[in-house]
């Protein structure tokens, strides 16, 4: 087996007196998009801050690419070419559109190509690309968050819940997305709860329940087993169609 790009190991994250993460084993393979599902308050988002060293593992180990970046700071970790779009957004409100972009990009220039191609994707960031992104709707600014993550090429994309209140034309604008970034050699983590969004995109999963993952497989064999995913989720996937 190649070497994953990603792997956590026995990883423990406390938050103050809560013992969020209790063991988490996990390993993202090179390419491709990994899918994390699971209930609310299972870990998964703590899981990809806790990779982004915004919290820090109390025990266990993160290694990308070979290196244990378990204790490392969040802007060397970036560095390293890993980005997260939070579930919150977090866009600069007081910022354009572009001025958000400009932010993450390389050297305080653009990449007029690449802003091209993403546009491609969203159109609605060219024509509100001098607006304060403070004005726009939720979507609006989530497109603009994706944008910020990948308006430089990154080794990994750790993305929390993108399609959370999105309309379906953006949903697809999303998927569309994430297929080109996979075929560029990207690697793509997704913590999402639109099941029919991950089932057609991702290639492998993880389950999380009470801060570990109770499974891991290929997303194709969690799809087509209904019986695999009541048991793993309390529903199966066609409810959410």
């Given at each position: 087996m190649p070497e994953p790009l990603l792997s956590l190991s026995g990883v423990h994250t406390h938050i103050g007196q809560y013992h969020i993460l209790q063991g988490v084993d996990l390993v993202v393979p090179r390419g491709g998009l990994s899918v994390l599902l699971g209930r609310n308050g299972a870990g998964k988002t703590t899981t990809l801050r806790t990779i982004m060293g915004l919290w820090k593992a109390s025990?266990?180990?993160?290694v990308f690419e070979g290196r244990d970046i378990t204790?490392?700071?969040?802007?060397?970790?970036?560095?390293?070419?890993?980005?997260?779009?939070?579930?919150?957004?977090?866009?600069?409100?007081?910022?354009?559109?572009?001025?958000n972009l400009l932010l993450a990009a390389r050297g305080g220039a653009l990449d007029s190509a690449r802003v091209d191609w993403i546009c491609g994707f969203f159109p609605a960031l060219k024509k509100f690309w001098n607006y304060p992104a403070g004005n726009l709707s939720g979507g609006q600014k989530q497109m603009v968050a994706i944008a910020r993550?990948?308006?430089?090429?990154?080794?990994?994309?750790?993305v929390d819940e993108p399609t959370k209140g999105l309309a379906p034309a953006i949903?697809?604008?999303?998927?569309?997305?994430?297929?080109?970034?996979?075929?560029?050699?990207?690697?793509?983590?997704?913590?999402?709860?639109?099941?029919?969004?991950v089932r057609t995109l991702g290639d492998t999963v993880g389950v999380m329940d009470d801060g570990r993952v109770?499974?891991?497989g290929a997303m194709r064999e969690l799809a087509e087993d209904d019986a695999?995913?009541?048991?793993?989720?309390?529903?199966?996937?066609?409810?959410?169609?």
């Amino acid at each position: 087996m190649p070497e994953p790009l990603l792997s956590l190991s026995g990883v423990h994250t406390h938050i103050g007196q809560y013992h969020i993460l209790q063991g988490v084993d996990l390993v993202v393979p090179r390419g491709g998009l990994s899918v994390l599902l699971g209930r609310n308050g299972a870990g998964k988002t703590t899981t990809l801050r806790t990779i982004m060293g915004l919290w820090k593992a109390s025990a266990g180990s993160i290694v990308f690419e070979g290196r244990d970046i378990t204790k490392m700071s969040t802007p060397d970790i970036a560095r390293l070419g890993i980005a997260y779009v939070p579930e919150s957004m977090a866009v600069f409100s007081e910022l354009t559109v572009r001025e958000n972009l400009l932010l993450a990009a390389r050297g305080g220039a653009l990449d007029s190509a690449r802003v091209d191609w993403i546009c491609g994707f969203f159109p609605a960031l060219k024509k509100f690309w001098n607006y304060p992104a403070g004005n726009l709707s939720g979507g609006q600014k989530q497109m603009v968050a994706i944008a910020r993550a990948i308006v430089e090429p990154k080794k990994l994309l750790l993305v929390d819940e993108p399609t959370k209140g999105l309309a379906p034309a953006i949903v697809q604008s999303l998927m569309a997305a994430f297929r080109e970034l996979k075929d560029l050699d990207s690697t793509i983590l997704l913590v999402e709860q639109n099941f029919n969004f991950v089932r057609t995109l991702g290639d492998t999963v993880g389950v999380m329940d009470d801060g570990r993952v109770a499974h891991a497989g290929a997303m194709r064999e969690l799809a087509e087993d209904d019986a695999l995913q009541t048991r793993l989720l309390g529903l199966s996937l066609d409810s959410h169609q």
